[in-house]
């Protein structure tokens, strides 16, 4: 076991990660090992030296859960929901940075050489853009994660409404959260809305379900390739063909009769790509929705917006913020659906964010210009 000598080497390998999916800083200090004890191992990542581990892949593992049974604690209680949240993601982060210490390399055409390794190439040809011919380094919970990831990419999530599979790479936003789909599936549809546009479409859930409601022309947009590809290939598993895919980032020239927008819900700012689904800093996309989607509907032509109270009850957004900014763009509230969530945080009374989780509720706003 030794350190110093490989610093230089080892910052080279590691930069391909942390370019692609974190904002954190890779660790200043590394040491290669084949054996270490959870306590150790903890002892290191905190003084930020992060632990490449040569030894055997199940052993690994091991390790890295005993870390993690050493770090994951419930975070401190705020004076404020807001000061509570925000003890929540810093201590989030911390955790995070702790677990990602524990590192593997990766050799050329993904290639993992350790006894007893899985075979990783399928699942980082699933998440890296191009194949490697450097080693790199990279957390081994994140490549976990990876792994957990291509095989639910493979399997599909089950969407009811559309009673089939949706099936999602890693770095596009899965619809675990059934709830916004079935008031999309349930929402009137009036008879004269004949194309649609869906804003920031992720998987192409939402697309898909409103072509499955019969709607005759429909724009999926997105900025993310990564989306755009996993949306054409749902699309195509789900034979629907009158969708349109735009990579783009907001509105082009689109003139539709309905828009409708997932925008994320709390307006934090995100410290990674996956989290740029779920947190908007001061709700610039929501509130660039609200400014100009009425320049691109058709007359009758409508605004779908869904959006949760969580960021209310989390103390991050006034309780009349959402319908001031309605009024404010010259929106009024045709109909308003709601429900609860029905995913495992919501009902779980550990969760550091129960207080707000069990408050949740989920609605799909249906807007009219009022210009």
């Not at 230089?8 to 004890?37: A, D, G, H």
């Not at 892949?57 to 859960?65: E, H, N, P, R, S």
């Not at 735009?246 to 997932?262: M, P, S, T």
């Not at 129960?354 to 799909?364: D, G, M, V, Y």
Request: glycine letters at 4%; a positive charge.
């Amino acid at each position: 076991m030794f350190k110093g000598c490989l610093k230089t080497l080892v910052l080279t390998m590691f930069i391909p990660e942390y370019r692609n999916f974190s904002q954190s800083k890779p660790p200043q200090q590394f040491i290669e090992t084949q054996q270490l004890s959870a306590d150790k191992l903890l002892q290191w990542v905190r003084q930020n030296t992060a632990i490449i581990w040569r030894g055997d892949f199940q052993q690994g593992k091991q390790l890295l859960a005993a870390l993690k049974k050493r770090v994951r604690k419930p975070s401190k209680t705020g004076t404020t929901p807001a000061e509570t949240f925000h003890k929540y993601r810093l201590a989030q982060a911390q955790q995070s940075r702790l677990i990602n210490g524990l590192l593997i390399e990766i050799q050329a055409n993904f290639q993992l050489n350790l006894p007893r390794a899985p075979d990783v190439q399928a699942a980082l040809n699933d998440v890296y853009d191009t194949p490697n011919t450097e080693s790199f380094l990279l957390p081994l919970n994140q490549l976990l994660g990876f792994i957990g990831a291509h095989e639910w990419h493979k399997k599909g999530v089950w969407i009811e409404t559309l009673n089939n599979t949706i099936h999602v790479p890693f770095g596009v936003f899965s619809p675990l959260r059934g709830e916004y789909l079935d008031l999309i599936a349930q929402a009137p549809l009036p008879e004269t809305i004949k194309s649609a546009l869906d804003l920031g479409t992720g998987s192409g859930v939402i697309a898909a379900i409103l072509a499955k409601r019969g709607v005759a022309n429909i724009i999926a947009t997105d900025n993310n390739i990564r989306a755009i590809n996993a949306a054409r290939a749902n699309f195509q598993h789900l034979q629907y063909k009158n969708i349109e895919l735009k990579q783009q980032d907001g509105f082009n020239n689109e003139q539709v009769d309905l828009i409708v927008c997932n925008p994320p819900w709390l307006p934090v700012k995100p410290t990674s790509v996956i989290e740029t689904a779920l947190y908007d800093p001061q709700h610039t996309m929501l509130k660039n929705v609200l400014k100009q989607a009425a320049a691109h509907l058709n007359p009758q032509g409508q605004l779908w917006l869904i959006m949760s109270d969580l960021a209310e009850h989390l103390g991050l957004r006034q309780a009349d913020d959402l319908n001031n900014w309605f009024q404010e763009n010259h929106w009024h509230v045709r109909q308003k659906l709601s429900t609860r969530p029905k995913h495992s945080k919501a009902n779980n009374p550990n969760d550091s964010l129960a207080f707000a989780r069990q408050k949740e509720i989920t609605s799909l706003y249906i807007l009219e210009t009022t210009q």
